[in-house]
């Protein structure tokens, strides 16, 4: 069974840099994409970043391009999240998530409900 790990939250204020990693185990892990997301409370979980595994190829929401970066380490398992100019709005719960089976293409990867595995997510507050 595949499972992921989120770490690297935190509080930090706004105009500084978070990095947040997702590692993942289990048998045979290899999904297609790995996406990013985020929660703030009272609101709909939201796409924030995806990474296909093979290219390397990175897709973002228009809300973090240019301050975000998506990234992995294929030898490690690992997705990371660096997060620069952070703003207020960022504040969230993150979570990662492997695409699933159900789904290819980059047409999918800012939909939640094409991930059929996710993190416990991790507490990000940006202080103004």
């Known amino acids: 069974q595949v499972q992921l790990v989120e770490s690297g939250g935190g509080l930090v204020q706004a105009g500084g840099s978070l990095r947040l990693s997702c590692a993942a185990s289990g048998r045979t892990f290899r999904r297609s994409a790995m996406g990013w997301f985020r929660q703030a409370p009272g609101k709909e979980r939201a796409f924030v970043a995806a990474?296909?595994?093979?290219?390397?190829?990175?897709y973002y929401a228009d809300s973090v391009k240019g301050r975000f970066t998506i990234s992995r380490d294929n030898a490690k398992n690992t997705v990371y999240l660096q997060m620069n100019t952070l703003k207020p709005e960022d504040t969230a719960v993150y979570y990662c998530?492997?695409?699933?089976?159900?789904?290819?293409?980059?047409?999918?990867?800012?939909?939640?409900?094409?991930?059929?595995?996710w993190g416990q997510g991790t507490q990000v507050t940006v202080s103004s």
């Open positions: 990474i296909e595994w093979s290219s390397g190829t990175t």
């Open positions: 998530a492997a695409l699933g089976d159900s789904c290819y293409g980059s047409g999918c990867y800012a939909t939640s409900r094409w991930y059929d595995t």
